[in-house]
């Protein structure tokens, strides 16, 4: 009876999945907002990892993460996955993966590794995943959907690192994956038009990022001051025009109905091209007429000039023969790499940002019911230049000495109840008012950033480079994801965000004591087990003797 027994246990165990997870970090176990999300699948959606044939160690953890989280995610809700290995496809599949690929900016990765015998080799590997709502096979589109980039590659980091910040991130993309697809409308992000702000080729690159998430619009204030009840979030990007009265008041209403409000804002005017062209360039104090309003709401953008050691390099000719130059990498203190916080989900675990010509920022005012939290700031080696001034690249050696001010805010978040600018003013004569004036609001986001540069992308040969992407040093800093986790902030995905806030301990071998007792080690591993040998040996033929001779 007992053995008909451990049989039918050991029969139901194979149709359950039961698991303790014991690790301090809880890697292992999902997140209410994540079991919730798949639990709340309307349809079956199935997930296709293409992280499959890797000989590298370090990618074949990765697959086993990835594994391991889906698996937990399909006992939650209504999902499958199954993992393809690329070369196993035909070829029409493979061009078919790489097109998909290439039309949301994504791109294979080359592994090198050295063999044994001293031969170099190279493996491309697809980290990517295809989120997307169960098609029949014959279907013809069989890459549409949410594509999910499963490595994080940060060249300050080593490859370990990137590897153990890939499987921290992953059950945050799978969840922001699921919970764009689920819905069936999705939210609308309005790039304001009007007052000299970006042009839309200089922002292409993040809008066709935010586009993955969200329906993008671009467009100036009409009269009615609810013309932006529809939009989700509003993006004031680098504005070079003053704000009329009757547009703060249209923002201002849009904000005390709870809306979101994402400032990207200079305050200093200058010229790059006239920079690039004389050698030098003046700088100006920038004012678009926001002052006020952002000093009512409990912040102030300070024309200042931020300089930071802690920045980007540009070639400088160092020749003195102007028919031979020869072009050297310098520090351009003016093109900060600002450092994140880890206190918000908006910059958890992100990267540096660059910008150039960028402002600092202040909080002002004592109202407790707005929640002031810092997200981007310099160094501790920065300093700021008055205004006027001149910005001129005879500047490029700097005195280590004066950069003696240490964290300056340049992005900043407020949350809460803000009071109306126009509280105690009378509504402009041009707006044409829909419902009654709010001089309160609801509860309420917003982020200000003193650069516009932070979302601003270049051109090569007309096509639009990635934001944050360095053409000399060839790096991609953080713009992207910064900008895209702002806009998901304001618009109500922080449940989403704070599972970017989850870390995994890497806890790895300390190589320097593990080389200096490599001999020791070794020495022990080789001589104690044939001392033990001897010693036993030596010890039974003692015992022998005096039992046979006694």
Not at 152 to 158: A, F, K, P, T, V
Not at 223 to 241: H, T, W
Request: hydrophobic share 40%; charged share 20%.
């Amino acid at each position: 009876m007992s053995l008909l027994a451990v049989v039918l246990l050991n029969i139901a165990v194979q149709f359950m999945h039961l698991r303790l997870d014991l690790t301090q970090d809880k890697r292992h176990t999902l997140s209410t907002t994540t079991k919730q999300l798949c639990h709340s699948l309307n349809d079956h959606v199935e997930v296709v990892v293409y992280l499959q044939g890797s000989v590298n160690s370090g990618f074949m953890q990765l697959e086993n993460a990835t594994r391991n989280i889906l698996k937990e995610m399909s006992l939650s809700g209504n999902l499958t996955f199954r993992f393809v290995n690329p070369n196993d496809l035909s070829d029409s599949q493979q061009q078919a993966l790489i097109q998909s690929l290439q039309r949301h900016n994504l791109h294979p990765a080359a592994i090198y590794e050295t063999a044994g015998n001293a031969r170099r080799s190279e493996t491309i590997v697809y980290p990517f995943a295809l989120v997307r709502k169960a098609t029949p096979k014959n279907s013809s589109n069989l890459y549409s959907g949410k594509w999910v980039s499963l490595l994080e590659n940060r060249r300050d980091l080593s490859g370990a690192e990137n590897l153990n910040r890939s499987a921290e991130s992953l059950e945050y993309k799978f969840a922001l994956a699921l919970r764009t697809l689920e819905q069936q409308q999705p939210d609308r992000i309005l790039f304001l038009e009007g007052q000299g702000e970006l042009p839309e080729q200089n922002t292409q690159d993040v809008q066709s990022l935010l586009a993955q998430h969200f329906d993008i619009y671009r467009g100036a204030l009409t009269p009615e001051s609810d013309c932006l009840n529809s939009f989700s979030a509003v993006i004031i990007a680098d504005p070079q025009r003053s704000f009329s009265e009757a547009d703060k008041y249209i923002l201002d209403q849009y904000l005390m109905q709870g809306g979101s409000l994402l400032w990207l804002v200079n305050g200093v005017r200058f010229s790059e091209q006239v920079l690039e062209d004389e050698g030098f360039t003046p700088a100006l104090a920038l004012d678009v007429n926001l002052t006020d309003m952002l000093f009512r709401y409990g912040v102030r953008i300070n024309p200042h000039l931020l300089q930071d050691l802690q920045c980007l390099s540009v070639p400088v000719d160092v020749s003195r023969n102007a028919d031979q130059p020869q072009w050297q990498p310098m520090p351009w203190t003016y093109a900060p790499l600002l450092q994140s916080s880890n206190l918000s989900p908006v910059t958890a675990n992100l990267s540096p940002v660059s910008a150039t010509f960028c402002s600092d920022l202040t909080a002002v005012g004592d109202d407790p019911d707005i929640r002031h939290n810092i997200l981007l700031a310099s160094s501790q080696n920065s300093r700021i230049t008055l205004v006027p001034g001149e910005v001129n690249l005879n500047e490029i050696s700097q005195d280590p000495r004066l950069f003696n001010l240490s964290y300056l805010p340049v992005a900043m978040s407020l949350e809460g109840r803000f009071l109306s600018l126009f509280e105690h003013r009378l509504t402009p004569e041009s707006v044409v008012q829909k419902g009654d004036k709010l001089t309160v609001s609801t509860q309420a986001k917003q982020i200000v950033v003193a650069s516009g540069s932070v979302i601003s992308n270049d051109l090569q040969q007309g096509q639009p480079l990635p934001a944050g992407y360095d053409r000399y040093s060839r790096m991609q800093f953080a713009n992207r994801d910064f900008v895209l986790n702002s806009v998901l902030w304001l618009s109500g995905y922080a449940d989403i965000l704070s599972l970017r806030q989850k870390t995994i301990p890497l806890r790895m071998l300390n190589k320097t004591q593990l080389q200096s007792g490599l001999t020791l080690s070794v020495t022990l591993s080789l001589i104690l087990p044939l001392l033990i040998l001897a010693i036993a040996g030596v010890t039974v033929q003692l015992l022998r003797k005096h039992r046979y001779t006694s």
